[in-house]
């Protein structure tokens, strides 16, 4: 589906963990509204060019050239890749106006024996590497005018807990604060920062329980509306924050969750 929207037409973004899953719906909703977009992977390069095939056939779709769109390798967990991504996306672009701090992975494990290096390396990434990455599309922001916009991917687990998933958990928690700092230190300085807080998704990610239907429909008892989201559903919740509709938003965490962060089992009156 192409998209008529325009909000962002004209801008630059760079979006993380763009080769699947919402880092990819993101990148073709960006696209559709006229955004030119950097997609960056750290495994598939087969995943991440069937993704850059995608944003330039929306892209000409939509009506907008597609030729400046571009796929960059880097581990957002590491400075000096981070450093070379960035170096990279300024030397193709005149500007970079939004970042998607969008990449992130999770394992299982009961919380008193899960391995301190798989801690270290989730955190890593899903959340140093956002540190990372906003710091320097700040840096960046802040040298020219016209201040630009972060946007985080973080979860209904930055409030509710995950156990079994202690990482995970901790880093999206990391998520909600780190948004509302740079959100605030920088608020005045044209810059705004905010998170998308996904639930249950139908991404590869959760394919386990996806593609079960006795699984699928476990999960889905859980929500509130009755079904999980597609990523389609979440990518336009980052295409308004990162547009000018939400001028005046920053700091906040949108739960897009189909309720799951209401706290369904409090619908019937059983405690009081």
Not at 62 to 75: L, T, W, Y
Request: glycine share 10%.
């Amino acid at each position: 589906m192409a998209y008529q929207c325009r909000r962002l037409e004209g801008k630059f973004a760079l979006v993380t963990g763009a080769s699947r899953g919402i880092g990819r719906a993101v990148a073709l909703r960006f696209a559709e509204e006229g955004a030119v977009v950097t997609i960056n992977y750290a495994g598939s390069p087969a995943a991440a060019d069937e993704t850059l095939a995608l944003v330039k056939a929306a892209s000409t779709k939509a009506g907008f050239p597609a030729d400046r769109h571009q796929v960059i390798k880097a581990d957002v967990s590491d400075p000096v890749a981070v450093g070379a991504m960035f170096a990279q996306v300024q030397r193709a672009w005149p500007r970079l106006d939004i970042l998607v701090n969008n990449a992130g992975i999770q394992a299982s494990a009961p919380s008193h024996a899960t391995p301190l290096a798989e801690y270290q390396h989730i955190l890593g990434v899903n959340l140093t590497g956002a540190l990372l990455c906003a710091q320097a599309a700040l840096t960046h922001f802040l040298s020219r005018p016209g201040g630009g916009s972060i946007l985080n991917c973080s979860s209904v687990h930055e409030i509710i807990p995950k156990p079994g998933y202690i990482a995970y958990s901790v880093s999206k928690g990391g998520m909600g604060n780190l948004t509302r700092t740079l959100a605030l230190e920088y608020a005045d300085r044209g810059i705004r920062v905010n998170a998308v807080g996904p639930g249950a998704t139908l991404t590869d990610m959760n394919d386990a329980w996806a593609n079960d239907p006795k699984a699928r429909r476990g999960v889905e008892s859980h929500i509130p509306m009755g079904r999980a989201a597609t990523p389609e559903e979440i990518a336009s919740v980052f295409a308004f924050l990162a547009s000018d509709d939400a001028s005046y938003v920053t700091g906040q965490t949108l739960y897009a969750c189909g309720g799951i962060t209401l706290y369904g089992d409090f619908k019937q009156n059983w405690a009081s």
